[in-house]
C-alpha cells in the first residue's frame, strides 16, 4: 500500500468532572477516528486532529519520565529543541536532558511546591505534556496534571511510543504537507 492509516479511540473525559485521564482495562471509548496519509507522522497528526486533539506547532514541551523511559525519549527532545520548541522537565528528567544535549528548564512538580508544572499548565506557558509514570504513587502524584492539561485542551501523551509519534507528527505538520483528500484516491493508489 501507499498510505498509512493509524486509528485513535476517542474518550469522553472533558465530560466527567474528577475523573482520571490515564486509560484503564475498564474504559471504553466512545468511538474511533482513522488518519490516512502516506506518512506515519502524518497519519497520526490527522487522526489526533480527527479525535479533538489539536498538536501544536510552536511553544513549551513538558517532560516527566520515568526511569529508561528518559533515553527513550532523548531523540524526540532534541528533535523538538532543534525546530525551536522550549524544554521543560521535572528535576531528574532535567539533568538527564541537559547531561545528554538537550537544553532543558526545571520545573517542580506539583507537590514540590509553587511554582510548578500544573501553574504553567494553567497560565497556558506549557503546549504539549509528555509524561510516563513507574507505580502507583508517580500516578496518583500527576493526576492533578492530567487533570489541568484536560481542562486546558493541552495535548498529553502517557507512552513512550505515543510520546515518539506525536513529536514525528509535530514536526511533519511544522512542514506545512497536511492535504485533505478523498478517501477513495488513497485506494486508487494502492
Known amino acids: 500500500l501507499k498510505h498509512i492509516a493509524v486509528k485513535e479511540s476517542v474518550f469522553p473525559f472533558a465530560r466527567f ?20 496519509d502516506t506518512t506515519y507522522a502524518l497519519a497520526f497528526a490527522k487522526a489526533q486532529l480527527g479525535a479533538g486533539t489539536d498538536l501544536p506547532k510552536k511553544g513549551t514541551v513538558f517532560f516527566s519520565m520515568k526511569g529508561d523511559d528518559k533515553a527513550r ?11 525551536g520548541f522550549e524544554i521543560l522537565a521535572t528535576g531528574g528528567t532535567s539533568r538527564f536532558f541537559n547531561d545528554n544535549g538537550v537544553e ?20 497556558r506557558q506549557v503546549q504539549l505534556v509528555f509524561n510516563t509514570t513507574g ?26 511510543n505515543g510520546i ?3 513529536t514525528q507528527a509535530v514536526l511533519a505538520l511544522r512542514e506545512g504537507r497536511m492535504e485533505v483528500k478523498p478517501l477513495q484516491s488513497y485506494f486508487a493508489q494502492a
Do not use: W
Open 164 to 166: 515518539n509519534s506525536a
Open 104 to 123: 532543558c528548564t526545571r520545573i517542580n512538580k506539583v507537590l514540590q511546591g509553587r511554582p510548578h508544572i500544573e501553574d504553567a499548565i494553567r497560565n
Open 73 to 83: 525519549v532523548l531523540e524526540s527532545a532534541k528533535a523538538l529543541q532543534e525546530a
Open 17 to 36: 468532572p474528577g475523573v482520571d485521564t490515564l486509560l484503564g482495562p475498564e474504559m471504553r471509548s466512545t468511538g474511533e477516528v482513522m488518519g490516512l
Open 135 to 160: 507505580g502507583q504513587k508517580t500516578v496518583s502524584d500527576s493526576k492533578s496534571l492530567r487533570r489541568a492539561a484536560l481542562m486546558m485542551k493541552v495535548p498529553y501523551f502517557t507512552t513512550v
